[in-house]
């Protein structure tokens, strides 16, 4: 078994705790979703960073919020490059998977659709039914 890396990140409209834990909701849930048989007890570590005008919570808080109590999880603040997108929330999953790199689906919403605009599966159309 490998180590693989799962990629995602999504902004919010401004900086409150309601807008970050919601929105790294949907996107660890997505994550979720757009990888079969992902499940907490296989990743080994969570990295999430936010942008320097995000300071109202700790996307963390949200993962832990869905039950991920046992994976290690870090959070970060960005690089403040000019011109970067702001609001940004971003997140390197680490997972204990056999699948190859090639079949990990990377996640990118609203705004940060453009940070990645080549993975077809930054626009994922997933429905609540869907997500875990």
């Known amino acids: 078994m490998s180590m693989r890396g799962i990629r995602g990140a999504t902004t919010i409209e401004s900086d409150t705790s309601a807008n970050v834990l919601s ?6 849930e997505t994550m979720l979703t757009a990888n079969p048989g992902l499940e907490p007890a296989d990743i080994g ?3 999430f960073t936010v942008t320097e005008d995000i300071c109202s919570a700790f996307p963390a808080r949200a993962a ?9 999880m870090l959070d970060a ?18 997972w204990n998977t056999a699948r ?4 990990i689906s990377h996640i990118y919403l609203r705004g940060a659709c453009a940070l990645r605009p080549d993975l077809e599966l930054s626009t994922l159309d997933i429905t609540e039914d869907e997500k875990r």
């Open 45 to 47: 570590s969570a990295i």
């Open 77 to 94: 603040r960005e690089i403040p490059v000019p011109g970067s997108l702001p609001l940004c929330i971003r997140v390197l999953l680490q």
């Open 64 to 72: 832990r919020d869905l039950g991920w109590a046992g994976v290690p």
């Open 23 to 28: 929105a790294t909701r949907e996107l660890l």
């Open 100 to 103: 190859e790199q090639s079949e």
